[in-house]
């Protein structure tokens, strides 16, 4: 049937040509000799809502980043628990701590683009590096990593975010199958020079970067995008620079359950709606080839007059893309949903296209 050997080809366009390329290391561009690199004050730039028990947990991991000279600026978004309390005690005999207080009785937060642009208002360094409360490093050295990507031309820097989910359950698998292919996705695309979107939870850019587009002011109205619509913003080939080793990433937890799961999902594909044309175009053909080449091969296996050739087909398709997707999941530490990836690979086919149907005629999501 064509229309399953036009979606293979598309499928593997994607898979040999964006995702086959990562690796550890992967630069768009030579990237600074460490070595002989002038590491620049950095300020660490954070939202916290609700936050207390993980700030109280994650903050250390922080502070004792390797680095010569650095800040974290941490502004509270309307906590209702003691958060505001926790980084007014913690200031007092750490001096690199810096915070804001959005008090919930006069502010009405709708997102955190406003906690972030507080908090890069009090930053008082130029280049920023953004992570979340729940996050925490690989290691000490994630810092350093982070800013390598900094030069003269790169004033944009992705990280990767890997997520951790608890025991080898159905949601777990799927929770990171998802999130891996997110990641193969935007790192791919930077590479070969269409950087779309980043993570807020491992994300750098500097302040003349960030001014000039005037912040988040784009899309401010959007209660989300601090990432992806920021970066679609910003982003050119030439400015953006991709961090992805083994110690530069940034871990933290999954949804628990199928509810949390269900809601953050609904928010990020929400904001897909407001990506620009040329992104949902492109990022359109993989899914879209992926549907049809299931729905194809379905039609081929019980109306065809025999099974063998779309047997063949399928082996064709899935094998190097097994092979594939096994390697980039161990090295994005998400390698929940590889020894399953046939059968992920066939029922997220079917399951995108019912949660982006929910996701698109959604008029608001919860935050």
Same mark, same amino acid.
């Given at each position: 049937?064509?229309?399953?050997?036009?979606?293979?080809?598309?499928?593997?366009?994607?898979?040999?040509?964006?995702?086959?390329?990562?690796?550890?290391?992967?630069?768009?561009?030579?990237?600074?000799?460490?070595?002989?690199?002038?590491?620049?004050?950095?300020?660490?730039?954070?939202?916290?809502?609700?936050?207390?028990?993980?700030?109280?947990?994650?903050?250390?991991?922080?502070?004792?980043?390797?680095?010569?000279?650095?800040?974290?600026?941490?502004?509270?978004?309307?906590?209702?628990?003691?958060?505001?309390?926790?980084?007014?005690?913690?200031?007092?005999?750490?001096?690199?701590?810096?915070?804001?207080?959005?008090?919930?009785?006069?502010?009405?937060?709708?997102?955190?683009?406003?906690?972030?642009?507080?908090?890069?208002?009090?930053?008082?360094?130029?280049?920023?590096?953004?992570?979340?409360?729940?996050?925490?490093?690989?290691?000490?050295?994630?810092?350093?990593?982070?800013?390598?990507?900094?030069?003269?031309?790169?004033?944009?820097?992705?990280?990767?975010?890997?997520?951790?989910?608890?025991?080898?359950?159905? !949601?777990?698998? /799927? *929770?990171? %199958?998802?999130?891996?292919? #997110?990641? =193969?996705?935007? @790192?791919?695309?930077?590479?070969?020079?269409?950087?779309?979107?980043?993570?807020?939870?491992?994300?750098?850019?500097?302040?003349?970067?960030?001014?000039?587009?005037?912040?988040?002011?784009?899309?401010?109205?959007?209660?989300?995008?601090?990432?992806?619509?920021?970066?679609?913003?910003?982003?050119?080939?030439?400015?953006?620079?991709?961090?992805?080793?083994?110690?530069?990433?940034?871990?933290?937890?999954?949804?628990?359950?199928?509810?949390?799961?269900?809601?953050?999902?609904?928010?990020?594909?929400?904001?897909?709606?407001?990506?620009?044309?040329?992104?949902?175009?492109?990022?359109?053909?993989?899914?879209?080839?992926?549907?049809?080449?299931? !729905?194809?091969? /379905? *039609?081929? %296996?019980?109306?065809?007059? #025999?099974? =063998?050739?779309? @047997?063949?087909?399928?082996?064709?398709?899935?094998?190097?893309?097994?092979?594939?997707?096994?390697?980039?999941?161990?090295?994005?530490?998400?390698?929940?949903?590889?020894?399953?990836?046939?059968?992920?690979?066939?029922?997220?086919?079917?399951?995108?296209?019912?949660?982006?149907?929910?996701?698109?005629?959604?008029?608001?999501?919860?935050?």
């Amino acid at each position: 049937m064509s229309i399953v050997g036009l979606a293979l080809i598309i499928s593997w366009f994607y898979f040999f040509y964006y995702f086959g390329g990562i690796k550890y290391g992967m630069k768009s561009n030579a990237a600074a000799n460490s070595d002989n690199f002038r590491y620049p004050p950095v300020s660490i730039i954070m939202a916290a809502k609700n936050a207390a028990l993980n700030l109280e947990d994650h903050i250390h991991h922080w502070l004792n980043q390797d680095y010569p000279q650095f800040e974290l600026v941490i502004a509270d978004d309307c906590s209702a628990d003691e958060t505001g309390y926790f980084l007014v005690k913690t200031a007092e005999h750490e001096p690199r701590l810096k915070f804001v207080l959005l008090d919930p009785n006069v502010i009405k937060s709708g997102g955190k683009k406003l906690a972030l642009t507080l908090a890069i208002k009090k930053a008082q360094y130029q280049h920023f590096v953004l992570t979340d409360s729940d996050c925490i490093p690989e290691s000490d050295q994630w810092l350093k990593q982070m800013v390598q990507g900094f030069s003269n031309q790169k004033s944009l820097v992705l990280g990767v975010a890997p997520i951790t989910t608890t025991g080898n359950g159905f !949601l777990s698998r /799927l *929770i990171q %199958f998802e999130n891996s292919f #997110t990641a =193969l996705n935007y @790192l791919g695309m930077a590479f070969r020079g269409k950087p779309y979107m980043g993570v807020g939870r491992n994300l750098a850019y500097t302040r003349d970067l960030y001014n000039s587009v005037g912040g988040f002011s784009e899309h401010y109205h959007i209660p989300a995008g601090d990432d992806d619509l920021f970066v679609q913003s910003v982003a050119t080939a030439q400015n953006t620079e991709i961090c992805f080793t083994a110690e530069s990433m940034m871990m933290s937890k999954g949804p628990k359950n199928f509810k949390e799961y269900w809601r953050q999902k609904m928010r990020h594909l929400w904001v897909g709606k407001f990506y620009q044309s040329s992104v949902k175009n492109r990022l359109m053909w993989y899914p879209v080839a992926q549907f049809a080449f299931w !729905l194809g091969i /379905l *039609i081929w %296996f019980f109306a065809g007059s #025999t099974w =063998l050739w779309p @047997l063949i087909t399928l082996i064709v398709k899935i094998t190097p893309e097994w092979i594939i997707y096994f390697q980039k999941s161990k090295l994005l530490k998400m390698p929940k949903a590889a020894p399953l990836y046939p059968f992920f690979n066939f029922f997220h086919s079917f399951w995108y296209v019912y949660i982006g149907i929910n996701a698109f005629f959604k008029r608001k999501v919860i935050w």
